[in-house]
């Protein structure tokens, strides 16, 4: 019979006093830690098939009933009904990456589900979360520095380098076969709003307005202004309108209407006359007022009070041969003002020359099927631009208007931050190789989190790879290679299933959309490695 001899248990002081001993947690932060890591994980293999130009596609039905085709990240994520707070973090992260950059929200969640895989597996090995922590955010301070001593300076007269990073935004979009049509309209949109001095764009200045009809090679970049609104023309009143002074609104061109439901009743027809002459006379004077500005084109605020004008104050503005477009939104006024250099009126007897703007022609197009307002020839334009979108349909019409997005804020980093990079995974097995070797230079538990850091980054070669029906094993090991050997621009060619350089295939990015994807990727995970316990309050 075999004899059982206990061995006396080590006591937990002891086992956590040597200098590199396990990080022997309790069993609740951990579980938190781990639940955390799951369902932000999860996050990122949603998204993660829709990374590069040869992503799916995924198709979302909301709550209303509307669909909606896409594949830019930040879409798919903000259409999820997500509950686990850490997963709303990563649907976060997505958003502050489309605020900053605009491009490369699918990368920063694929980066921090990759960047959370190697965190895990490190803490089960046992090595302390804040340690993690700190050195993945050495790690990417470092990764930034790499980034950017690859990155080439960009001149933002230099159209051509802006076009060959539009057009690399677009080339993963559904509409990339119309990449041609769209990168210079995106262009051309950003530079006429810069100065030489800009560090910034504001994009509120850019203005889409969606028409279905056409096909998306007939969208355009107007010179001047279009309006999402039709003139109104039941009345008889013109739709073309050559020398337009132009006057905007903010008032109605109804009849007055008590505060509080009041209701009157009239039981003799010579009150009920008196009544309605009272309005048209009232009605007749705003119109007269109007005219006597020697304004003739008139943009009405929509109105949620009463009516913002009668049919009364039509037919009147008709014959004085007034065109009116009614129902301007409020947040369209200070694009309005800016661009045509006319300022709101809220009251008729403000209603003075000097409010007007100018234009040589104010018509009513009928491009493709789609009626358009175009307001042509401002005298005194401000830094605004118009871009008519046209689509089969809203679901095209509305990825076509997402992506044109997108290639502005690309174009937009560029001002932000002058500098270009390589794309195709290239930077990101530069940057994951750099670190390797720097990890070979540091001591203790730091090494392996830089270590672990670097493979981490090989997920997005690794995703483009996977996505273009490559074999991702095969191709990261022979682009690992040909970085070794010093090519530094060594990138894969989805389209070709091979490894080249990527700047002859004129693929490139903004040097701020990766750095920023890092840098928010690597916060993320420190703040979810950080994280030990969760409550939920009443």
Same mark, same amino acid.
């Given at each position: 019979?075999a004899?059982?001899?206990?061995?006396?248990?080590p006591?937990t002081?002891?086992?956590?006093?040597?200098?590199?001993?396990?990080f022997? %947690?309790?069993?609740?932060?951990m579980?938190?830690?781990?639940?955390n890591?799951?369902?932000?994980?999860?996050?990122?293999?949603?998204?993660r098939?829709?990374?590069g130009?040869?992503?799916?596609?995924?198709?979302?039905q909301?709550?209303q009933g509307?669909?909606?085709?896409?594949?830019?990240g930040?879409t798919?994520l903000?259409?999820?009904a997500?509950l686990?707070p850490?997963?709303?973090m990563?649907?976060n992260v997505s958003?502050a990456?489309?605020?900053e950059a605009?491009?490369?929200t699918t990368?920063?969640?694929?980066?921090?589900?990759?960047?959370?895989?190697?965190a895990?597996k490190m803490?089960?090995?046992?090595?302390?979360?804040?340690?993690?922590?700190?050195s993945?955010?050495?790690?990417?301070a470092?990764?930034v520095?790499?980034?950017t001593?690859?990155?080439t300076?960009?001149?933002?007269? %230099?159209?051509a380098?802006?076009l060959?990073?539009?057009?690399?935004?677009?080339?993963?979009?559904?509409v990339?076969?119309y990449s041609?049509?769209?990168?210079?309209?995106?262009?051309?949109?950003?530079t006429?709003?810069?100065?030489p001095?800009?560090?910034?764009v /504001?994009?509120?200045d850019v203005?889409?307005?969606k028409?279905?009809?056409?096909?998306?090679? /007939?969208?355009?970049?107007v010179?001047g202004v279009?309006?999402n609104?039709?003139?109104?023309?039941?009345a008889?009143?013109?739709?073309?309108m050559?020398?337009a002074r132009?006057?905007?609104i903010?008032?109605?061109?109804?009849?007055?209407?008590?505060d509080m439901?009041n209701?009157?009743?009239?039981? /003799?027809?010579?009150?009920?006359?008196k009544?309605?002459?009272e309005e048209r006379?009232?009605?007749?004077?705003l119109?007269k007022?109007i005219?006597?500005?020697g304004?003739?084109?008139?943009?009405?605020q929509?109105?949620?009070?009463?009516?913002?004008?009668?049919d009364?104050?039509l037919?009147?503005?008709?014959?004085?041969k007034?065109?009116v477009v009614?129902?301007?939104e409020?947040?369209?006024i200070?694009?309005?003002?800016?661009s045509l250099g006319c300022?709101p009126?809220?009251d008729i007897e403000?209603?003075t020359?000097?409010?007007l703007?100018y234009?040589?022609?104010?018509d009513e197009?009928?491009?493709?099927?789609a009626?358009?307002v175009?307001?042509?020839?401002v005298k005194?334009?401000?830094?605004?631009v118009?871009?008519l979108?046209m689509?089969a349909?809203?679901?095209?019409?509305?990825?076509s208007?997402?992506?044109?997005?997108?290639?502005l804020?690309?174009?937009?980093?560029?001002?932000?931050?002058?500098?270009?990079?390589?794309?195709?995974?290239?930077?990101e097995i530069h940057?994951?190789r750099?670190?390797s070797q720097?990890?070979?230079?540091l001591?203790?538990m730091e090494?392996?989190?830089?270590?672990?850091y670097?493979?981490a980054l090989?997920v997005i070669?690794?995703?483009?790879?996977?996505?273009a029906g490559l074999n991702?094993i095969a191709?990261?090991?022979?682009?690992r290679?040909?970085h070794?050997?010093?090519e530094r621009?060594?990138?894969?060619?989805?389209?070709?299933g091979l490894i080249?350089n990527?700047?002859?295939?004129d693929v490139v990015?903004?040097l701020?959309?990766?750095?920023?994807a890092?840098?928010?990727?690597t916060?993320?995970?420190a703040?979810?490695?950080?994280?030990? %316990?969760?409550?939920?309050?009443?």
């Amino acid at each position: 019979m075999a004899t059982v001899v206990a061995t006396p248990k080590p006591s937990t002081s002891a086992a956590r006093s040597g200098p590199n001993s396990a990080f022997n %947690d309790k069993g609740k932060p951990m579980e938190v830690r781990l639940s955390n890591m799951t369902a932000a994980k999860a996050i990122g293999d949603v998204v993660r098939t829709s990374l590069g130009p040869k992503g799916m596609d995924k198709m979302i039905q909301t709550s209303q009933g509307e669909v909606i085709i896409t594949n830019d990240g930040a879409t798919i994520l903000k259409h999820l009904a997500v509950l686990h707070p850490a997963a709303k973090m990563l649907v976060n992260v997505s958003a502050a990456q489309d605020i900053e950059a605009g491009d490369g929200t699918t990368s920063v969640v694929v980066l921090a589900g990759s960047m959370l895989g190697a965190a895990e597996k490190m803490l089960a090995k046992g090595m302390h979360p804040t340690i993690i922590a700190e050195s993945f955010l050495n790690a990417s301070a470092k990764a930034v520095e790499y980034l950017t001593e690859i990155s080439t300076p960009v001149d933002l007269k %230099d159209n051509a380098s802006l076009l060959r990073a539009a057009s690399t935004s677009l080339n993963s979009k559904i509409v990339s076969q119309y990449s041609t049509i769209l990168a210079p309209i995106a262009v051309t949109a950003v530079t006429r709003l810069i100065t030489p001095t800009s560090t910034n764009v /504001d994009l509120k200045d850019v203005r889409i307005v969606k028409k279905v009809g056409g096909t998306i090679e /007939d969208t355009v970049l107007v010179d001047g202004v279009v309006l999402n609104q039709n003139v109104l023309a039941s009345a008889g009143g013109p739709t073309r309108m050559e020398k337009a002074r132009i006057g905007l609104i903010q008032f109605q061109l109804s009849a007055p209407k008590p505060d509080m439901d009041n209701q009157i009743i009239v039981n /003799d027809y010579r009150q009920m006359d008196k009544i309605l002459k009272e309005e048209r006379l009232y009605l007749l004077n705003l119109c007269k007022k109007i005219k006597k500005s020697g304004c003739n084109v008139l943009l009405i605020q929509k109105s949620i009070l009463r009516d913002a004008v009668s049919d009364i104050s039509l037919s009147f503005l008709a014959k004085l041969k007034i065109l009116v477009v009614k129902d301007i939104e409020r947040d369209e006024i200070e694009f309005l003002t800016k661009s045509l250099g006319c300022k709101p009126v809220a009251d008729i007897e403000a209603f003075t020359e000097d409010k007007l703007g100018y234009a040589d022609l104010v018509d009513e197009e009928s491009t493709a099927g789609a009626r358009t307002v175009k307001i042509t020839g401002v005298k005194n334009p401000g830094r605004t631009v118009s871009v008519l979108c046209m689509g089969a349909n809203s679901l095209i019409l509305e990825e076509s208007e997402r992506s044109m997005h997108d290639a502005l804020c690309v174009v937009r980093c560029l001002v932000k931050k002058r500098a270009l990079i390589a794309g195709g995974g290239a930077p990101e097995i530069h940057v994951s190789r750099m670190l390797s070797q720097y990890a070979q230079t540091l001591r203790g538990m730091e090494a392996y989190c830089f270590q672990a850091y670097a493979d981490a980054l090989e997920v997005i070669p690794t995703t483009l790879a996977e996505n273009a029906g490559l074999n991702p094993i095969a191709i990261v090991t022979e682009l690992r290679n040909r970085h070794a050997m010093g090519e530094r621009n060594a990138g894969i060619n989805v389209r070709k299933g091979l490894i080249s350089n990527i700047l002859e295939e004129d693929v490139v990015q903004p040097l701020l959309v990766s750095t920023s994807a890092i840098e928010l990727a690597t916060e993320t995970v420190a703040l979810l490695l950080k994280v030990d %316990d969760y409550h939920l309050t009443r």
